[in-house]
């Protein structure tokens, strides 16, 4: 079904708070120090019995310079050498979790470099980086193998050697086009370079292009988002991520560079997520969920249409039910009914592996109330409906009778209009396609209790 969110301005500010994307349930914060290697071995040995494969995510954290805007985990510096010992460390920590694979347990079918920027390894050492995966993994000759680019730390001629190593999915940042933002925000970029490389990319058969945009910057305005917007249109890239700025300077260093005072109102702010809702559609873009558009034809949008869409830590993904294995600092994986995360001081990370012991820092391992809880998240976000049948068959319990604790706020999702409910189940409606962190947050065990419950009517199941 296609979807067609509505843009509500009232709602969108009374609901506007800071809330997890729940791409992963519980999320990251749940994880605790001093997980046990030997609780991530049995997660491991667990899923090796299942038929399906491994999706395997690398983290490169470094970046020349600061964005003012970013909160990802990153290494601020100019110093090239300084990429080859990390590189050492993985591929370390590559064998070490190789040994505990089975012969014909190393399939994989996705691949996925972020950071930082990945684009700061030269061309060797990324090609280095693959060899050693292949190496240790048998890769799916029809898998998807993805990385982001930054366009500054990038070129037409690094593109086109990605391609020949097998990335066939490409992620660019571009964030604004406008000179004036990108000055506030610390990333000059050339519209000009970074579209020659996005058309090198499909000249030489990437799959699938996506473009990271930015609303609530510094400096934004209607006019010249709107400009950024129709630049991107232009160059027709597969898929598109609009995220929206949360200025948080308490949590990020770097958010203090910026000038709260360019920072555009709450309602500014939403006026520029409704000029890229209407231009991405109005271009044929098809809206997927959150932040999210891809084209008709794009594998995201037929997985939304086809009830086949998933969602991990790098977002929205086709690849359903894939264990993650992490790589590199920080880094975040999922095995079974663990999720696990990597050290996230580098020399910390350094000196574990030249000790030959895995970095693994925290973990998780999901209680039966999770998984539920997390299925259900997963449809609301990626489908956009809960089936009382599926829920009950998952739980063994009646959805009133297992979420009593939160009847109230449920009925408020349903008399505000975000969900609508019958007997067969829940519905997200085109309102609350733009609130679906709201809505699942209701159902989040780990949120933070409200001072306050007010009944406003019952619900209509």
Not at 244 to 256: E, I, S, V
Request: proline share 5%; aromatic share 10%; hydrophobic share 35%.
């Amino acid at each position: 079904m296609k979807l067609s969110p509505k843009y509500d301005k009232e709602l969108l500010h009374r609901y506007d708070r800071p809330l997890p994307r729940y791409t992963s349930y519980p999320t990251a914060v749940k994880f605790e120090e001093g997980f046990r290697l030997e609780d991530w071995r049995k997660g491991l040995g667990e899923s090796i019995q299942k038929p399906t494969p491994f999706s395997l995510y690398f983290h490169i954290p470094f970046c020349r310079s600061p964005c003012f805007y970013c909160a990802c985990n990153r290494i601020i510096t100019r110093d090239s050498s300084r990429s080859q010992p990390y590189l050492e460390a993985i591929y370390k920590e590559i064998e070490l979790v190789a040994r505990q694979l089975p012969a014909g347990g190393r399939n994989v079918s996705q691949v996925h470099f972020g950071g930082g920027t990945p684009t700061f390894l030269s061309s060797v050492q990324l090609e280095e980086l693959w060899r050693t995966i292949n190496r240790h993994f048998e890769l799916d000759p029809d898998g998807e193998y993805s990385i982001e680019v930054d366009p500054r730390a990038s070129s037409v001629e690094l593109i086109e050697k990605l391609t020949q190593l097998g990335f066939n999915r490409m992620s660019f940042g571009i964030q604004d086009l406008d000179p004036e933002v990108q000055k506030a925000v610390n990333r000059l970029q050339s519209a000009e370079e970074t579209f020659a490389q996005i058309a090198a990319a499909k000249k030489n058969g990437v799959k699938s292009v996506n473009v990271d945009l930015i609303y609530g910057l510094p400096k934004q305005t209607a006019n010249t988002f709107g400009n950024t917007i129709e630049q991107v249109i232009d160059a027709r890239p597969e898929r598109v991520a609009v995220y929206g700025y949360a200025h948080m300077p308490h949590l990020f260093k770097a958010q203090t560079q910026i000038d709260k005072y360019d920072i555009p109102s709450l309602s500014e702010k939403l006026g520029l997520l409704e000029i890229a809702i209407d231009q991405f559609l109005a271009a044929g873009y098809e809206y997927i969920g959150l932040d999210h558009f891809a084209l008709p034809d794009d594998e995201l949008a037929i997985a939304r249409r086809q009830n086949t869409l998933h969602r991990n830590f790098q977002g929205y993904s086709t690849q359903k039910e894939c264990d993650m294995l992490g790589f590199g600092v920080t880094a975040i994986g999922k095995i079974g009914d663990i999720f696990y995360q990597n050290l996230k001081s580098e020399k910390d990370y350094l000196d574990c592996l030249k000790g030959e012991q895995l970095p693994i820092n925290k973990g998780y391992r999901m209680t039966p109330d999770d998984k539920i809880r997390g299925q259900l998240i997963m449809s609301l976000m990626c489908h956009g409906r809960l089936e009382f049948d599926d829920f009950e068959s998952l739980s063994a319990a009646k959805f009133t009778d297992y979420f009593s604790d939160v009847i109230d706020d449920i009925a408020t999702l349903e008399y505000d209009g975000l969900i609508e409910t019958d007997s067969h189940g829940v519905t997200v409606t085109p309102v609350g396609q733009l609130l679906l962190r709201n809505i699942c947050h209701v159902f989040d065990e780990y949120r933070k209790p409200r001072e306050s419950k007010t009944r406003i009517h019952a619900l209509s199941i």
